[in-house]
């Protein structure tokens, strides 16, 4: 029997889990920073209510409906459109497994805050502190040298992922009812005391107080759809995998607006939290929008200058990274959950078993993330998915649904059970159809003239060698790409010994 909610506030709170993750607490801020604050703010909400808002609706509301994960739900919508669904469930496992390496830093960097006792005023020092104890090269030449004390931390973090979801909807409802109440009582202590520093008025204002200039920046808008795209976990299988654990009697329509919203509410407490604090220790234009950059460099160097007691940054820089593991372990454990449910419902598995085994099987490929070489290569793995597979895969999304598809139908799932507030279809249906192929497409079309003008953006210019973007680059989108081609391959030998694949339309998935 499949697994099911709990309650509505189990689904409403992991979703929410999910989409508040550390591109929250640190791009956030950071994208906010280099485009004039305000103005970013608005084009943020604008692409939040015009692409993702109903792109997560479509995700839970064709899960609801067909009980699978991402292949089997798009399967539903068109038969040969089920690679789709692959290719989010291996956006998954390649993001799950450099983000767990992250989780682990976030980790390593909570266990040394004591450290931050004797850095009062050492800015050196603390922006020296990560970077020393990872023993990164900056190169993809270091994969001899091995960083033990993030080793352990990554252990770490792939036996909290595990557990959290050892037990499916069972243990994950129960997780977050912690998970993402700790964060948001973690960002108000922060953000309480960033307003009592000196300046704070000052980084309110630059975060809300809109350049419009800004707007006229093509890359703005690029970029505040790309954190929307990115920070609601659509086109990599969880948001799926979530809606398949729903009942029949779900309210879609207000549930996602709920968690889209709550979204954009920690992300913006994230952002006064960052300019409040930055602002209050003289370093508000310090900020960058590179997450490993604000987190393991310039926020340190913030830390140690915050007061002139140890004890009282000691303590801040114990808060602040706390904050990021309960960010960083609700996003990785629905990571996985989407990859789980996705292999285990379309090969018939045990879905504890297969949980443990992805675990397993995405720890070791993590290692290579303990070396010297790992930032290096997380910084080209990171860039190629997030720019390219993850927005193809939204693109094709969109696309099944709206022109492969009656997407009327999809909309008659999303408001089945909601009375007091409906989507409407002047938001919904030209947004799939129309808005959400064509902004995408842009956005993807102008990532890649991005890479080919002036040679890559991770080209040798960079530091990074021609061999490295295709290997860990090139390399994965291909990986990513085959993932359909591969599953087609495993489901002919498995049929040979008289395994049966479930290939039912959307008419022939009955709702409860």
């Given amino acids: 029997m499949r697994d099911t909610w709990s309650s509505r506030s189990a689904f409403i709170l992991a979703a929410i889990g999910s989409a508040v ?54 399967r539903a919508l068109n038969k040969k459109a089920e690679s789709v669904g692959w290719f989010g469930v291996a956006n998954g496992i390649g993001i799950s497994i450099y983000y767990a ?28 502190l990560w970077a020393n104890t990872i023993k990164t090269t900056g ?34 409802g129960k997780v977050v009812k912690y998970t993402v109440s700790l964060p948001v009582i973690c960002l108000l202590v922060m953000a309480v005391r960033g307003f009592t ?55 879609i329509a207000v549930d996602a607006i709920i968690i889209a919203f709550s979204d954009m ?6 952002g006064i939290v960052m300019f409040t604090t930055m602002a209050g220790v003289g370093m508000l234009d310090n900020m960058s929008a590179s997450g490993i950059a604000t987190a393991f460099i310039i926020y340190p160097q913030a830390i140690v200058k915050l007061s002139g007691s140890g004890v009282v940054n000691m303590i801040f820089a114990f808060i602040f990274y706390f904050c990021l593991i309960t960010l960083a372990i609700d996003s990785l454990f629905s990571i ?34 303990v070396t010297g070489a790992g930032l290096a290569v997380l910084d080209i793995v990171d860039y190629f998915i997030n720019s390219y597979t993850l927005i193809l895969t939204g693109i094709l999304e969109v696309f099944v649904a709206g ?42 079309v102008w990532n890649f003239a991005n890479l080919v003008r002036g040679g890559g953006i991770y080209g040798k210019a960079d530091g990074y060698s021609l061999k490295a973007n295709i290997l860990f680059g090139w390399g994965i989108i291909l990986l990513i790409l085959l993932s359909g081609l591969i599953i087609k ?9 008289g395994y049966t694949e479930d290939a039912r339309s959307w008419e022939e998935f009955k709702d409860d």
């Avoid at 607490?25 to 015009?50: D, S, T």
């Avoid at 992250?102 to 009062?120: N, P, Q």
């Avoid at 080793?151 to 557990?163: P, Q, S, T, V």
């Avoid at 990115?230 to 979530?242: D, G, Q, R, V």
Wanted: aromatic share 14%.
């Fill in 489 to 497: 391959v495993i489901v002919r030998a498995k049929q040979k010994s």
């Fill in 21 to 74: 993750g550390l591109g929250n607490a640190w791009r956030f801020p950071g994208l906010a920073a280099k485009y004039g604050g305000g103005a970013f703010l608005f084009v943020y909400l604008i692409a939040m209510l015009v692409i993702g808002i109903p792109l997560l609706m479509l995700e839970i509301a064709v899960a609801r409906h067909t009980k699978q994960g991402a292949p089997g739900s798009m």
């Fill in 101 to 128: 390496a992250v989780f682990a830093w976030v980790i390593l960097m909570f266990f040394m805050s004591y450290k931050f006792r004797g850095m009062t005023g050492d800015t050196e020092a603390a922006s020296s």
């Fill in 197 to 251: 520093m000196p300046g704070a008025l000052d980084g309110v204002a630059k975060l809300f107080i809109p350049e419009w200039s800004a707007l006229s920046d093509s890359n703005l808008w690029v970029d505040a759809v790309g954190q929307v795209f990115y920070s609601l976990s659509t086109s990599m299988a969880i948001m799926f995998a979530y809606g398949s654990f729903l009942d029949s009697k779900a309210n």
């Fill in 139 to 172: 190169t993809t030449s270091g994969f001899t040298t091995i960083a033990w004390p993030v080793l352990i931390c990554l252990l770490i973090a792939w036996a909290l992922c595990y557990f959290c979801i050892r037990n499916g909807t069972t243990t994950v």
């Fill in 265 to 270: 509410i920690i992300s913006v407490m994230a």
């Fill in 403 to 444: 022109w492969f598809f009656k997407t009327a139908k999809i909309l008659d799932q999303i408001n089945r059970n909601t009375k007091n507030f409906k989507m409407p279809n002047w938001w919904f249906l030209p947004s799939i159809k129309y808005i959400s192929p064509l902004v995408l497409t842009g956005l993807f």
């Fill in 336 to 369: 996985i959950e989407g990859v789980s449910t996705a292999i285990s419902d379309k090969f018939n598995l045990n879905k504890k078993k297969t949980t443990l085994t992805i675990c397993i099987v995405e720890g070791i490929l993590s290692l290579i993330y």
